[in-house]
């Protein structure tokens, strides 16, 4: 398993643990950018496992790997309109490899 350099979390910060469902490559302004969907275990037998996106710009693996990250939490506001016309916030949350 990949491990997370062992140092105090800064604000914004955490550690993402699970294994790497699907790898996505591509360039962001000239740089080679990776996307890769990490499935975490679920909370008990009931749940459903979450899934969640990190952003990187190194390989953290291939399908099936299991990974522990440390990710900046960032994220962006935005809104859209609805059926009905009104206009609906939100925001879209980032996770993005410290490296």
């Known amino acids: ?54 952003m990187s710009h190194h390989r953290l693996g291939g399908s099936g790997d299991l990974v522990q990250v440390l990710v900046s939490v960032a994220g962006f506001r935005d809104s859209y309109k609805d059926k009905q016309g009104g206009t609906v916030q939100t925001a879209r949350n980032t996770l993005r490899v410290v490296e």
Do not use: C, H
């Open 1 to 54: 398993m990949s491990e997370a350099p062992k140092q105090p979390l800064k604000a914004n910060q955490t550690v993402i643990v699970g294994r790497i469902d699907n790898v996505r490559n591509f360039e962001v302004s000239g740089k080679n950018t990776f996307e890769t969907r990490v499935i975490q275990a679920a909370a008990d037998e009931y749940s459903s496992p979450s899934a969640v996106a990190l």
